[in-house]
Protein backbone atom coordinates (compact mmCIF):
# COMPACT_ATOMS: atom_id res chain seq x y z
CA UNK A 1 0.00 0.00 0.00
CA UNK A 2 1.41 3.26 -0.84
CA UNK A 3 2.07 5.91 1.84
CA UNK A 4 -0.63 8.45 0.10
CA UNK A 5 -3.34 5.37 0.26
CA UNK A 6 -2.45 4.22 4.30
CA UNK A 7 -3.06 8.22 5.41
CA UNK A 8 -6.39 8.37 3.54
CA UNK A 9 -7.43 4.51 5.40
CA UNK A 10 -6.38 6.05 8.83
CA UNK A 11 -8.09 9.48 7.62
CA UNK A 12 -11.30 6.96 7.42
CA UNK A 13 -11.01 5.55 10.86
CA UNK A 14 -13.74 6.57 13.55
CA UNK A 15 -11.78 8.35 16.67
CA UNK A 16 -13.24 6.28 19.03
CA UNK A 17 -11.40 3.41 17.03
CA UNK A 18 -7.87 5.13 17.69
CA UNK A 19 -9.08 5.51 21.09
CA UNK A 20 -9.43 2.14 21.98
CA UNK A 21 -6.57 0.68 19.98
CA UNK A 22 -4.00 3.31 22.16
CA UNK A 23 -5.96 2.24 25.39
CA UNK A 24 -5.57 -1.17 24.87
CA UNK A 25 -1.97 -0.87 23.63
CA UNK A 26 -1.62 0.91 27.14
CA UNK A 27 -2.96 -2.51 28.81
CA UNK A 28 -0.58 -4.62 26.52
CA UNK A 29 2.24 -2.47 28.12
CA UNK A 30 1.35 -2.20 31.65
CA UNK A 31 0.78 -5.88 31.65
CA UNK A 32 4.96 -6.00 31.58
CA UNK A 33 4.92 -3.44 34.26
CA UNK A 34 2.30 -5.87 36.56
CA UNK A 35 4.67 -9.05 35.76
CA UNK A 36 7.75 -7.06 37.42
CA UNK A 37 5.46 -5.73 39.93
CA UNK A 38 4.17 -9.20 41.02
CA UNK A 39 7.46 -10.65 40.39
CA UNK A 40 8.97 -8.77 42.98
CA UNK A 41 5.69 -9.38 45.44
CA UNK A 42 5.84 -12.88 44.96
CA UNK A 43 9.43 -13.10 45.66
CA UNK A 44 8.85 -10.92 49.45
CA UNK A 45 5.88 -13.12 49.65
CA UNK A 46 3.77 -10.53 49.92
CA UNK A 47 -0.32 -10.83 49.68
CA UNK A 48 -1.94 -9.46 46.56
CA UNK A 49 -4.01 -6.20 46.91
CA UNK A 50 -7.74 -6.18 45.68
CA UNK A 51 -8.51 -9.25 47.73
CA UNK A 52 -10.30 -9.66 51.08
CA UNK A 53 -10.17 -7.75 54.85
CA UNK A 54 -7.43 -5.08 54.76
CA UNK A 55 -4.52 -6.31 56.92
CA UNK A 56 -4.08 -4.64 60.23
CA UNK A 57 -0.53 -3.38 59.35
CA UNK A 58 -2.22 -2.05 55.92
CA UNK A 59 -3.20 1.93 56.09
CA UNK A 60 -6.92 2.24 55.42
CA UNK A 61 -6.33 5.15 53.24
CA UNK A 62 -3.39 4.94 50.78
CA UNK A 63 -1.19 8.44 50.71
CA UNK A 64 -2.43 10.08 47.08
CA UNK A 65 0.11 9.89 44.24
CA UNK A 66 1.07 12.99 42.66
CA UNK A 67 3.49 13.39 40.24
CA UNK A 68 5.43 10.52 42.33
CA UNK A 69 4.93 12.02 45.43
CA UNK A 70 2.71 10.89 48.26
CA UNK A 71 0.43 13.21 49.24
CA UNK A 72 -2.38 13.32 51.85
CA UNK A 73 -6.07 12.71 50.95
CA UNK A 74 -8.25 16.00 50.55
CA UNK A 75 -10.48 15.26 53.48
CA UNK A 76 -10.40 12.76 56.35
CA UNK A 77 -13.23 10.14 56.15
CA UNK A 78 -15.82 10.45 58.71
CA UNK A 79 -15.67 6.65 59.53
CA UNK A 80 -13.21 4.98 61.68
CA UNK A 81 -10.19 2.94 60.80
CA UNK A 82 -11.94 0.28 62.85
CA UNK A 83 -15.65 0.69 61.08
CA UNK A 84 -13.77 0.61 57.63
CA UNK A 85 -11.78 -2.89 58.15
CA UNK A 86 -14.71 -4.66 59.06
CA UNK A 87 -16.34 -6.92 56.55
CA UNK A 88 -18.94 -5.18 54.72
CA UNK A 89 -21.89 -5.17 55.71
CA UNK A 90 -25.55 -3.88 54.69
CA UNK A 91 -28.20 -1.64 56.37
CA UNK A 92 -31.53 -0.21 55.13
CA UNK A 93 -32.43 3.44 55.84
CA UNK A 94 -35.27 5.25 55.08
CA UNK A 95 -35.98 6.88 51.04
CA UNK A 96 -34.85 3.40 49.90
CA UNK A 97 -31.35 3.96 50.83
CA UNK A 98 -28.78 0.65 50.96
CA UNK A 99 -25.71 2.01 52.64
CA UNK A 100 -22.47 -0.50 52.06
CA UNK A 101 -20.02 0.24 54.37
CA UNK A 102 -16.75 -1.82 55.03
CA UNK A 103 -14.04 -3.78 52.91
CA UNK A 104 -14.85 -5.97 50.43
CA UNK A 105 -13.91 -9.61 51.64
CA UNK A 106 -14.70 -12.51 49.52
CA UNK A 107 -18.07 -14.16 50.01
CA UNK A 108 -19.50 -9.65 49.91
CA UNK A 109 -20.62 -10.48 46.16
CA UNK A 110 -22.88 -13.53 47.77
CA UNK A 111 -24.14 -11.28 50.86
CA UNK A 112 -25.28 -8.43 48.42
CA UNK A 113 -27.43 -10.82 46.37
CA UNK A 114 -28.97 -12.67 49.19
CA UNK A 115 -29.77 -8.74 50.58
CA UNK A 116 -31.04 -7.71 47.45
CA UNK A 117 -33.26 -10.45 46.80
CA UNK A 118 -34.53 -9.81 50.41
CA UNK A 119 -34.84 -6.16 50.22
CA UNK A 120 -34.82 -5.52 46.97
CA UNK A 121 -38.44 -4.36 46.43
CA UNK A 122 -37.07 -1.18 48.95
CA UNK A 123 -33.79 -0.54 47.55
CA UNK A 124 -33.23 2.35 45.45
CA UNK A 125 -29.68 3.73 46.01
CA UNK A 126 -26.86 2.04 47.73
CA UNK A 127 -24.50 4.18 49.44
CA UNK A 128 -21.03 2.87 49.40
CA UNK A 129 -18.52 3.74 52.28
CA UNK A 130 -15.42 1.47 51.65
CA UNK A 131 -11.43 1.08 51.10
CA UNK A 132 -12.54 -1.83 48.74
CA UNK A 133 -11.29 -5.48 48.34
CA UNK A 134 -11.77 -7.98 46.60
CA UNK A 135 -12.42 -7.40 42.56
CA UNK A 136 -14.34 -10.28 41.93
CA UNK A 137 -17.19 -9.15 44.38
CA UNK A 138 -16.80 -5.29 43.23
CA UNK A 139 -17.54 -6.88 39.98
CA UNK A 140 -20.42 -9.28 41.14
CA UNK A 141 -21.97 -5.89 42.65
CA UNK A 142 -21.74 -3.69 40.42
CA UNK A 143 -23.61 -6.18 37.64
CA UNK A 144 -26.16 -7.03 40.18
CA UNK A 145 -26.53 -3.00 40.87
CA UNK A 146 -27.17 -2.65 37.11
CA UNK A 147 -29.26 -5.54 36.02
CA UNK A 148 -31.88 -4.22 39.28
CA UNK A 149 -31.65 -0.30 37.81
CA UNK A 150 -30.23 0.65 41.07
CA UNK A 151 -28.44 4.26 41.61
CA UNK A 152 -24.56 4.59 43.58
CA UNK A 153 -23.69 7.33 45.83
CA UNK A 154 -20.77 8.25 47.62
CA UNK A 155 -21.84 10.64 50.48
CA UNK A 156 -19.93 13.69 51.73
CA UNK A 157 -16.74 12.34 53.47
CA UNK A 158 -17.41 8.42 52.94
CA UNK A 159 -15.03 6.24 51.06
CA UNK A 160 -14.89 4.46 47.93
CA UNK A 161 -11.31 3.65 47.26
CA UNK A 162 -9.39 0.72 45.15
CA UNK A 163 -12.41 -1.75 43.72
CA UNK A 164 -15.70 -0.03 45.55
CA UNK A 165 -15.30 2.18 42.41
CA UNK A 166 -16.06 -0.45 40.36
CA UNK A 167 -19.56 -1.44 42.56
CA UNK A 168 -19.95 3.12 42.01
CA UNK A 169 -19.40 2.28 38.51
CA UNK A 170 -22.93 0.53 38.05
CA UNK A 171 -25.72 2.53 39.16
CA UNK A 172 -27.50 4.17 36.47
CA UNK A 173 -27.41 7.35 38.16
CA UNK A 174 -24.27 7.74 39.90
CA UNK A 175 -23.63 10.68 42.50
CA UNK A 176 -20.74 11.90 44.90
CA UNK A 177 -21.84 14.48 47.20
CA UNK A 178 -18.91 16.95 48.10
CA UNK A 179 -16.08 16.01 50.17
CA UNK A 180 -16.50 12.30 48.84
CA UNK A 181 -13.27 10.42 48.72
CA UNK A 182 -12.90 8.06 45.74
CA UNK A 183 -9.39 6.81 44.14
CA UNK A 184 -8.31 4.16 42.50
CA UNK A 185 -4.77 1.97 41.67
CA UNK A 186 -4.30 -1.46 40.24
CA UNK A 187 -5.75 -4.07 41.33
CA UNK A 188 -5.03 -7.93 40.84
CA UNK A 189 -6.97 -11.25 41.57
CA UNK A 190 -5.49 -14.55 42.47
CA UNK A 191 -5.84 -17.37 44.50
CA UNK A 192 -5.21 -17.81 48.23
CA UNK A 193 -2.16 -20.00 46.70
CA UNK A 194 1.07 -18.13 46.48
CA UNK A 195 1.08 -17.51 43.26
CA UNK A 196 4.06 -18.31 41.18
CA UNK A 197 5.09 -14.77 39.11
CA UNK A 198 3.80 -16.40 35.61
CA UNK A 199 0.31 -16.58 37.38
CA UNK A 200 0.54 -13.30 38.73
CA UNK A 201 1.64 -12.27 35.02
CA UNK A 202 -1.48 -14.31 34.19
CA UNK A 203 -4.03 -12.70 36.79
CA UNK A 204 -3.25 -9.69 36.33
CA UNK A 205 -3.64 -9.28 32.98
CA UNK A 206 -7.38 -10.69 33.21
CA UNK A 207 -7.89 -9.02 35.63
CA UNK A 208 -7.30 -5.85 33.89
CA UNK A 209 -8.96 -6.54 30.91
CA UNK A 210 -12.17 -7.73 32.41
CA UNK A 211 -12.55 -4.42 34.74
CA UNK A 212 -11.69 -2.39 31.62
CA UNK A 213 -14.49 -4.43 29.66
CA UNK A 214 -16.98 -4.10 32.52
CA UNK A 215 -16.10 -0.30 33.39
CA UNK A 216 -16.48 0.03 29.49
CA UNK A 217 -20.40 -1.85 29.28
CA UNK A 218 -21.09 0.77 32.37
CA UNK A 219 -20.52 3.53 30.65
CA UNK A 220 -17.10 4.90 31.93
CA UNK A 221 -14.27 6.33 30.71
CA UNK A 222 -11.35 4.87 29.38
CA UNK A 223 -9.22 7.86 31.27
CA UNK A 224 -10.38 6.42 34.58
CA UNK A 225 -8.89 3.01 34.78
CA UNK A 226 -5.72 4.10 32.83
CA UNK A 227 -5.47 6.68 36.12
CA UNK A 228 -5.94 3.01 38.00
CA UNK A 229 -3.20 1.12 36.02
CA UNK A 230 -0.71 3.78 36.71
CA UNK A 231 -1.21 4.47 40.38
CA UNK A 232 0.88 1.14 42.99
CA UNK A 233 -1.12 -0.49 45.14
CA UNK A 234 0.02 1.51 48.24
CA UNK A 235 -0.90 4.48 46.51
CA UNK A 236 -4.40 6.12 45.40
CA UNK A 237 -5.46 8.59 42.50
CA UNK A 238 -8.20 10.42 44.29
CA UNK A 239 -10.05 11.76 42.02
CA UNK A 240 -11.59 15.45 41.55
CA UNK A 241 -15.56 16.23 41.02
CA UNK A 242 -14.30 17.27 38.11
CA UNK A 243 -12.67 14.14 36.61
CA UNK A 244 -15.34 12.15 37.78
CA UNK A 245 -17.65 13.76 35.59
CA UNK A 246 -15.11 13.50 33.18
CA UNK A 247 -14.82 9.87 33.05
CA UNK A 248 -18.40 9.46 33.26
CA UNK A 249 -17.80 7.98 36.75
CA UNK A 250 -20.70 10.54 37.90
CA UNK A 251 -23.70 11.24 36.38
CA UNK A 252 -24.84 14.33 38.03
CA UNK A 253 -22.58 17.22 39.88
CA UNK A 254 -21.26 16.80 43.27
CA UNK A 255 -23.78 17.58 45.56
CA UNK A 256 -23.92 18.82 48.97
CA UNK A 257 -25.66 16.48 52.09
CA UNK A 258 -27.85 18.62 52.38
CA UNK A 259 -29.09 19.29 48.95
CA UNK A 260 -28.92 15.62 48.08
CA UNK A 261 -30.96 13.67 51.70
Not at 28 to 44: E, G, K, N, Q, Y
Not at 114 to 128: M, N, W
Not at 131 to 143: H, N, R, Y
Not at 189 to 204: I, L, V
Request: proline letters at 6%; charged letters at 25%.
Amino acid sequence: MRIDEAVKALARLDDGVLMRGAFFSLLSATAVFLWIDMRDIVALNAALPGLGPIHQDQPVLPPALTEGVPKAPPVEPASSDEVLRQPMRFELRSGGMLLAEGTIDQGTGVRFSEEIEARGEYVKTVALNSPGGSVEDALAMSKLIRERKLDTKVASRALCASSCPIVLAGGVGRIAEEDAIVGVHQVFAGSGNRPTAEQAMSAAQSITARVARHLDAMGIGAGLWINALETPPDRLYYLTAKEMADFKLTTEPAATAETKS
